[in-house]
């Protein structure tokens, strides 16, 4: 059975850093691209970052380029997500999610349950 | 980037009966690349949907999806209770992708 288990969320200052790690299993992970995906309080869902499985590929939402970095560890099935220089409107629950392709198409057909982060003073 | 609408924005029925649901975009979405994804509250979102039309692993028939283009239709044929949740497209055919800001579908 496929299982993501977001990590690494919380609370931190405008301005800080936080990085987000997602395990995987159930599934061949090298196998499959990997997302990001974040939904603030009371919103829709948002892109944020993806990154193929095999190339290691990476795509950004405009919102987050610069400031966010995804990368993934085969060996250890797992995807991170390096947040610095977080504002406010990063607040959110943010959700990894497994795409149905090895290169990244954004299409996600498992979640897992999701990591808060709130960036607050 | 292109920019999906979702209406009605809330749709409320009963069980039984059919929803339709629509998702507009701004532009052509290439190669018919639109999901659509069902949300239940504190859960995360659930595959229904990809390339317009193509039904997830395990979901219903109940579900279908059509359309091309710029306008694309979630019909939900018969209502199940667990069916009343906030359902989002999303067009993955260009960068960046976009979803839609969903449907709510409630009891009535």
């Known amino acids: 059975d496929v299982q993501l288990l977001e990590s690494g969320g919380g609370l931190v200052q405008p301005g800080g850093s936080l990085r987000l790690s997602c395990a995987a299993s159930?599934?061949?992970?090298?196998?499959?691209?990997m997302s990001w995906v974040r939904q603030a309080p009371g919103k829709g869902l948002e892109f944020v970052s993806g990154?193929?499985?095999?190339?290691?590929?990476?795509f950004y939402a405009d919102s987050v380029k610069g400031r966010f970095t995804i990368s993934r560890d085969n060996s250890k099935n797992t995807v991170f997500l390096q947040m610095n220089s977080l504002r406010a409107e990063d607040t959110a629950v943010f959700y990894c999610?497994?795409?149905?392709?090895?290169?990244?198409?954004?299409?996600?057909?498992?979640w897992g349950q999701g990591t808060l982060v709130t960036v607050s003073s | 980037e292109i920019v999906l609408t979702q209406s009605p924005g809330t749709l409320s029925l009963s069980p039984g009966e059919r929803a339709t649901l629509s998702c507009r975009a701004s532009?052509?979405?290439?190669?018919?690349?639109l999901a659509w994804y069902q949300q239940k509250p504190a859960q995360a979102p659930r595959l229904l949907i990809s390339?317009?039309?193509s039904r997830a692993t395990g979901i219903p028939d109940r579900f279908s999806g059509s359309g091309s283009g710029t306008d694309f239709t979630l019909t939900i044929s018969r209502l199940e209770p667990g069916d009343f949740a906030v359902y989002y497209c999303?067009?993955?055919?260009?960068?960046?992708?976009?979803f839609g800001q969903g449907t709510r579908l409630e009891i009535k």
């Open positions: 390339r317009a039309s």
């Open positions: 159930g599934f061949t992970f090298s196998s499959y691209a």
């Open positions: 532009q052509n979405v290439d190669t018919d690349y």
């Open positions: 999610a497994k795409d149905i392709r090895n290169s990244w198409c954004g299409v996600s057909d498992r």
């Open positions: 999303q067009q993955y055919g260009t960068t960046p992708i976009t």
């Open positions: 990154i193929s499985g095999t190339d290691g590929h990476t």
